[in-house]
């Protein structure tokens, strides 16, 4: 297993629906976790961390699966706004490396 | 509150040419990084520092140099580029702690 995968996308959603995506971790060290959002040609910014027991933001939910080691993001009502690449991101404890996942492309349509 | 800078934010060079890509933070962190980002390829990390003094290699360290002299400052140098360094180079910064990484606006490289 890849220390980090996402599925690539596209998802292309209707505005309004909601939806989820997954990214599976292949440290079962790891204790920290997070979704960030990435606009084209922009930086990642961090839209969400992970802990163990999830936690909630308005429309954005992020849960944690340790006994499968999965993240998942739910995003509700989904705005033309949400439209962007959402990337997972793992700390590797046992290096200090801090690996992303390929990301996520979200596009939501009018 | 300046939190990650880098500069330049755009660079041509040319084959063979040498290049040092700043970056710089103002909030104490211990952890920097830099990451790579071609089309489909996601986030590379290059190098990382977890502290003043300490650089090691990430996942795609070839050709690439850096070196860890203050807190703030984690350049990245390239001795001697190649086309397949044109590229995004991001760089960022976190407390110790597995905190959420600040990232800089980024700089675009293109290699001729």
């Known amino acids: 297993r890849k220390e980090v995968e996402q599925d690539p996308g596209p998802f292309n959603v209707p505005e309004g629906a909601t939806v989820a995506f997954n990214c599976t971790y292949s440290?079962?060290?790891?204790?920290?976790f997070f979704w960030y959002r990435q606009d084209c040609r922009k930086e990642p910014k961090l839209l969400m961390s992970?802990?163990?027991s999830g936690n909630e933001d308005g429309r954005f939910t992020a849960q944690l699966n340790r006994a499968s080691q999965y993240i998942s993001l739910l995003i509700r009502d989904s705005k033309l706004s949400d439209s962007a690449t959402y990337l997972c991101?793992?700390?590797?404890?046992?290096?200090?490396?801090?690996?992303f996942g390929k990301g996520t492309r979200l596009h939501i349509l009018p | 509150n300046a939190g990650v800078t880098q500069t330049p934010k755009f660079q041509v060079l040319k084959t063979g040419q040498s290049m040092t890509l700043q970056c710089a933070q103002d909030?104490?962190?211990?952890?920097m990084s830099w990451y790579r980002q071609d089309p489909g390829m996601g986030l590379r990390l290059i190098h990382y520092s977890v502290g003043a003094g300490i650089t090691d290699q990430g996942e795609v360290p070839n050709g690439y140099n850096v070196s860890r002299s203050t807190t703030e400052d984690f350049p990245l140098r390239l001795l001697s580029a190649a086309p397949s360094q044109t590229s995004v180079y991001f760089c960022a910064s976190s407390p110790q702690d597995n905190s959420p990484l600040h990232f800089g606006n980024g700089t675009r490289l293109t290699v001729t």
């Open positions: 909030m104490n962190h211990e952890y």
């Open positions: 992970v802990y163990s």
């Open positions: 991101v793992v700390p590797m404890n046992r290096d200090d490396k801090i690996i």
């Open positions: 440290n079962s060290a790891s204790q920290s």
